[in-house]
C-alpha cells in the first residue's frame, strides 16, 4: 500500500519523533544503570589498588596469618575475617528462630489489635541507630553478661572450648547478641510480610484437609513462604557482616581468632573503624586495604551464595519434597 | 444408595422444617442457620436437610449466600475475624457447632474443594499424600495405594502417574484441579463440599470435573455451590435457591427448574436477575 511507504507522510514522521523521545529514554536510563555497576567497579579498583603492597608483601599468607602488628609490620588478616563470619553466623544462630517464630506469631497467631503495635515497634528496633545499640551492649548487656551468663558459664564449662577464657564481658558473645538483636526486626518484618503474601486458599487447602493450625503453618505457609523467608535471612546475614559501631563498642577488639564466646575478638569492620584514622606506615594502610577487599569479596561471595540458595530453592519448591 | 431421583417431588420453603424424606439417610440437619460477618446477616434462618449419596446444587446470584453457606459446613468460615453462628449444623445428628467438637475431625469427614486450584507448591504425590501424611500413614507402600487410589478417583491417574515427581504446578488448571479432588479424596471424607469448582476451568476440563462428580456421588455426599444453572440441572439431583441469605426455594433439581413454586426462583432460571 501506497501510504505505509510513504516516507514524507505526517503520521510516520510524528512516529519517528516518538522513536527519538524512546532512544533517548533508553540512553539515560542505561547511563545511570552503568554509573552504578562503574561505581561498584571503580570502589573495587580503588580498594585494590591501595591494598596493592600488602598483597605483595603477604601474598594468601595474608588471609591465613593471625599475626596482625602494626609496629612490626606483620599484618595477618585471618582473626578478622573469622571474627566477622563468627559472629555474623552466631548472630543468625539466635535472630533467625526468635524472628520466624516473631513473624510467624505477627502474620498467624496474633489477635489484630495486638499485632499492629507489636509489628510497629519491632520496626522501631530497625529504627534505632547502631551506636545507640552499642551503647546500651557496653552500659547495660556487657556487665551483665559478665557477672551473670560468662562467670558462671566459665565456672561450670571452663574447660570446654566454647566456654574457656576470662569472663571479660566484651566478647564474641556480646557482639554476637547485640548483632542478633540488630538484625532481629530485618527477619521479623521481611518473614512477616512473606507468610502474610501466601495465599489464603493454601491455608485453607491445608485446613480443609483436616490439618490442625499448627500444621498449617509449618505443612503449607511455611513451605509456600520459604524462598522469601530465606531472603529474609539473607538480607540480615548482609546486615549482620557489614555491622561495624555496635560490634567494635562490645566485641573486645582483640586479634585473635578463638571458638570460645568468652574470649574477645575482633571483625574486618571494626578494625577498619579503630586503626584506618591513625594508620601511617604504608603498609598499615596497605594491609586496611586488603581487610577491605576481603570484606567487599566476601560480602560478595555470600550474596552469591544466597542468591544461589534462593534460585535453589525457587526451582525446586515445585519438585518432590 | 442414589435413588434420588425417584423420590416424592417434595417442595420446601427456606425456613421450614423439612420433615424426613421416604428412604433416603440425611448426612446434613441444618436448622435456622444465621450467618454473621460483624453486623451483616448473611444467612438468615436456613433449614434445610441434606441428603446422603445425591448431590445437592445452591444456585443463586453473586452476594447471595451460597458459599458462606457452603463454608459453615465444615466451619471454614471460623478463619474469618468478626463472624457468627447462629443455629444447628447436624452432621448424622451431632451439632459440629458444640464447643466438643473436633473441628479437625470434621474437617477430615467434610472434604473441600475449591473455587480456584490450590495445590500445594509440591510434587503430584505429596499433594495426594498430605492428608494421609497428616492423618498418621507412615508405610510408603500404603501411602502410594491410597494416593493411586485417590488419583484414580478423581480420574487423573492416567495422567499423572508417569509425572509423580513434578511439581503439581506443572499441570494445567482442570488438572489441578482434579488433583484436589484427589487431595480430599485421599483422607476417605465423607462429604465433599465443592465451591465452584469449574469456575476458573476451560468448558472441556468443567466436563470432565461434572463427569466425575456424577461418579464420586456414588460413595460421597457432594454439596455444590454454582452459579452455572446448567451445571446445577446437569449433575445435581437436588437443588436449593439462595438470595439475599435466604434458602428461598429447595427441592429435586427437575421440579425446581421446571416448576419452581416461588416466583424469585422462577424470574431467576428465566435469568431475569442476577
Redesign the interface.
Known sequence: MKQTTAVGSPRLRSRRRHDVGDALFLRVTQAFALAMVAVVLLALGVTARSAWPAVRAFGLGFLTGSTWDPVADKFGAWPFVWGTLYSSFLALLLAVPVGVAGAIFLSELSP?WLSGPVSFLVELLAAIPSVVYGLWGLLVMVPWLRDRVQAPLNGALGNWPLFSGAPYGVSMMAAALVLAIMILPIITAVARDVLRAV?R????????????RW?TIW??VL??GRVGVLGAVILALGRALGETMAVTMVIGNRPEASISLLNPAYTMASVLANEYAEATGRLHVAALSGVALTLFVITFIVNGLARWLVWRVAHR????? | MATPVSAAPEVRRGGDILPDQAALPVKFSIRGLDFYYGDHRALKDVSVDIFAQQITALIGPSGCGKSTFLRCLNRMNELIPDTRTEGQVLLEGEDIYQRSVDVVELRRRVGMVFQRPNPFPKSVFDNVAYGPRLHGTPRRSELEAIVERSLRAAALWDEVKDVMKRSALDLSGGQQQRLCIARALAVEPEVLLMDEPCSALDPISTFRIEELMAELKERYTIVLVTHNMYQASRVSQRTGFFLSGELVEVGVTEQIFERPQDQRTDDYIRGRFG
Not at chain 1, 486458599?201 to 490442625?212: F, I, K, N, P
Not at chain 1, 519448591?317 to 519434597?321: E, F, K, L, V, W
Open positions: 489484630r495465599p486458599e493454601q491455608r485453607e487447602a491445608a485446613l480443609a484437609l483436616g490439618s490442625t500444621e505443612r503449607a513451605p509456600f519448591a515445585g519438585g518432590s519434597r
